[in-house]
């Protein structure tokens, strides 16, 4: 909603009550929403600093976050749009379950963050905490896959992308013979001639693809088990990288099957927001109730896309003459 913003030589608002003032209908309405960031931005409309809300016609205002979202390219929204495309059954419109579908992705987890928050009693004292420097707190890459639960936690693993070798020689930081670790690059081609040999065998066909460029929205793990990992991982103070490694381990593992199940129904709903937005990212990802509805029995385990979008996305595709329009059926009729 767009707020009235009162001016020097606007007429005054209109008092109501301790928290509300109707704004002016002749008032003209500002369009300079990034400048409206603190309480003090509303002195002039309110008079006062809390709460900040503002009654016009059409509603309240309130305070809102936002995080910078990745820039995307055409070819970009395109790509998003063919990813969440293939997940759709054409005749009925509902989305794959994705319990053939297993999510890798990297993570840089720090031992450490610059402000904790702590409950304590009136006479206790929080721990005092220190670092060499706050910018630059040890950090640690992990490569985690999981895939939906169903008969099983769908947990396959948490690993560290971590060398450990034996020190050649003494130096202030480590003695001779001290084991060590060191950061490890992460990434493989979905082409690498022993990936493609590991997934063949035994008459297995399981392939490596690649997300859509600047898509975490496309990944359950980004989308919140990395999140739910972290979490639960700053209960705990880590002085080194093997007890970061522990912990983050630990934390993985204690992920609950609802957390990831929640995650994946969290997905099909991004990919419904992508359709809707032409493969864009500009998109709020709707509330859905889940625990509402799991206590009811009534959680679906996937989500239908209606036939009319489905359409239109593959138009889409046609008319920027993608040749991967030819992968849905009916998007040539």
């Not at 913003?5 to 008032?27: G, K, M, S, W």
């Not at 910078?68 to 759709?88: D, G, M």
């Not at 379950?97 to 990297?106: G, K, L, Y």
């Not at 997905?267 to 032409?278: G, K, N, T």
């Amino acid at each position: 909603m767009d707020i009235e913003y009162i001016d020097a030589q606007d007429p005054e608002p209109i008092h109501v009550d301790a928290n509300y003032y109707l704004i002016p209908a002749r008032t003209p309405k500002s369009k300079v929403v990034e400048s409206r960031i603190t309480l003090q931005d509303f002195d002039r409309i309110t008079k006062n600093t809390s709460p900040a809300k503002v009654s016009d016609e059409e509603g309240t205002a309130s305070r809102v976050s936002t995080r910078i979202k990745p820039a995307l390219t055409a070819k970009n929204k395109l790509h998003r749009v063919e990813s969440a495309l293939i997940y759709i059954d054409d005749a009925s419109m509902d989305f794959e379950t994705m319990e053939d579908v297993v999510h890798v992705h990297e993570k840089w987890f720090n031992e450490d963050k610059n402000k904790r928050s702590y409950i304590v009693f009136e006479e206790e004292a929080p721990p005092t905490r220190s670092r060499r420097s706050k910018n630059f707190i040890p950090k640690t890459m992990f490569l985690a896959a999981v895939a939906r639960p169903r008969i099983w936690d769908g947990n396959l693993g948490i690993w560290a992308f971590t060398e450990e070798y034996v020190a050649q020689r003494t130096s202030k930081y480590r003695t001779k013979g001290t084991l060590c670790q060191n950061n490890a690059k992460p990434h493989v081609s979905p082409f690498d001639p022993d990936i493609v040999a590991a997934g063949s065998v035994d008459g297995w066909f399981i392939g490596l693809i690649f997300q859509p460029p600047n898509s975490p929205d496309y990944n359950a793990l980004d989308l919140g088990l990395f999140a739910s990992i972290q979490s639960i991982q700053y209960r705990y103070a880590i002085r080194d990288i093997n007890n970061l490694i522990d912990v983050v381990e630990a934390a993985y593992e204690e992920l609950s099957t609802t957390t990831q199940d929640n995650v994946f129904l969290t997905l099909l709903a991004c990919m419904l927001c992508v359709l809707e937005a032409d493969g864009g990212n500009d998109y709020t990802i709707p509330h859905q109730s889940k625990e509402k509805l799991r206590r009811a029995g009534l959680l679906p385990r996937v989500l239908t896309c209606d036939r009319a979008l489905y359409e239109r996305s593959c138009q889409l595709l046609r008319d920027a003459g993608r040749p991967s329009c030819s992968w849905f059926p009916g998007s040539s009729q």
